[in-house]
């Protein structure tokens, strides 16, 4: 359902975009990640607007193409502390007060590693 693209390695400071392409339209998209050690965490997510969980406010930009069905993560200035894997999430039937609980989706991509060097 769901494939992630766009990961790789990075110095603190640089630029990445994240991709996921989903086979059908889904109604609420979300980016977390997981870094080694740590819980999955939210990092952002769209339904009729975007939400961002505060350590990447201003850094990090979710936006969707529904002609192509994929929704991406612009990431900029980041920081070391950003080095995870992060994955994508979609549902149809999420309620919109749970939109940054993982549980709340019920498609996942595969994840791709975003490492940031200091």
């Known amino acids: 359902q769901l494939q992630a693209s766009g990961g790789g390695l990075v110095q603190a400071g640089g630029s990445l975009r994240l991709s996921c392409a989903a086979s059908t339209h889904t109604t609420a998209v979300a980016w977390f990640r997981q870094a080694p050690g740590k819980e999955r965490e939210f990092v952002a997510a769209?339904?009729?607007?975007?939400y961002y969980t505060d350590s990447v406010k201003g850094r990090f930009t979710i936006s969707r193409d529904n002609a192509k069905n994929t929704v991406y993560l612009h990431m900029n200035s980041l920081k070391p502390e950003d080095t995870a894997v992060y994955y994508c999430a979609a549902s149809n039937t999420l309620i919109l007060s749970t939109i940054r609980e993982g549980s709340a989706y019920n498609y996942w991509g595969q994840g791709t590693q975003v490492t940031v060097s200091s």
């Open positions: 769209f339904r009729w607007r975007e």
